[in-house]
């Protein structure tokens, strides 16, 4: 006789265990995405060395692209990197250092680079812009003069 009442709950024991499995399913979902919502994601970071530069960009983004341009002007060689994070474009060009179009200075061969939102840092310490934004139109490439320019180092 309990042979028989096991039998009949079988199929009962069989729906608990699914609905148990499914929960868990759904839980392993939900923290899951919990892991990929935006506080997540900004949390993350992007990297990529430029030339003889590393470059850190906090927030990452899962939109990166980043391209190496090197050419020659007479007897210079004119070394072009650009790294877009999601809105955030770092371009560094002959040493000159570009955020969003912004220049924040000329850089030394081996200095890092952190763009923490819109703070910048070079080895470790902030730098400001400089110019005014009328110095250079975003609409307007930046154009390499033939001749160096003596353009001040960040310290």
Do not use: W
């Amino acid at each position: 006789m309990s042979h028989q009442r096991s039998i009949r709950m079988l199929p009962a024991l069989m729906a608990l265990f699914a609905l148990t499995v499914g929960a868990c399913n759904k839980l392993e979902m939900q923290r899951f995405q919990a892991a990929r919502t935006p506080a997540a994601e900004a949390s993350a970071k992007a990297q990529l060395t430029m030339g003889t530069h590393p470059v850190t960009v906090v927030p990452g983004s899962e939109k990166t692209a980043h391209s190496e341009m090197i050419r020659n002007v007479g007897d210079r060689r004119i070394e072009h990197y650009e790294f877009q994070v999601g809105e955030k474009t770092i371009v560094i060009e002959d040493e000159n250092l570009f955020v969003d179009d912004k220049f924040y200075g000329t850089l030394n061969k081996g200095d890092t680079v952190l763009v923490d939102h819109e703070r910048v840092h070079v080895n470790g310490k902030p730098v400001q812009r400089q110019g005014d934004d009328d110095d250079h139109d975003s609409n307007t490439p930046i154009v390499i003069p033939e001749r160096p320019v003596k353009m001040p180092r960040i310290a």
